[in-house]
């Protein structure tokens, strides 16, 4: 196995622009999260998730959501949303929603790729009901000490 080097937590700061220090340690964890879980980030939300009457997307109740998907999936079948929410902050809602919806909900051990400042913020996954995620929960859990 190759040895990987991880950037230190950067201090977060309210003027962040790209290519600063707490923006180049998200992308490294969203890639570890990426080559853990082996899903991709996708911008296909309107497959993904359910639509209001209106036809507007119904997003469930997230902060700091991103779109995934498990690689060779169509449509919205496959995707997993993940909302880093401050801790406490949404997680009864998107509880709620999910099982309005008939989704399953998941909050991992893994720190996430926000502001892993401990208690911060939670890490937390949301995928169809009929989506494994058994191996996803798994990698995250091995991977929640980096």
């Not at 923006?23 to 911008?43: I, K, M, N, P």
């Not at 060779?72 to 929603?97: D, F, I, L, Q």
């Not at 909900?105 to 989506?131: E, I, Q």
């Amino acid at each position: 196995m190759m040895p990987v080097l991880l950037l230190r937590p950067q201090p977060r700061h309210t003027d962040c622009r790209r290519g600063c220090p707490c923006c180049a340690y998200q992308a490294q964890r969203r890639l570890l999260f990426s080559t853990a879980t082996g899903l991709v980030e996708h911008d296909g939300w309107r497959a993904a998730l359910p639509a209001r009457r209106d036809r507007s997307i119904d997003y469930p109740p997230s902060d700091h959501r991103r779109l995934w998907r498990i690689p060779g999936t169509r449509g919205g079948n496959g995707c997993v949303v993940t909302s880093e929410p401050y801790t406490g902050s949404y997680e009864r809602s998107a509880v709620e929603w999910c099982a309005m919806h008939g989704w399953q909900f998941h909050r991992t051990k893994f720190a996430g790729m926000y502001n892993t400042d401990p208690g911060a913020c939670s890490l937390y996954l949301m995928a169809r009901r009929d989506l494994d995620m058994t191996h996803i929960m798994r990698a995250l859990d091995a991977c929640a000490e980096l």
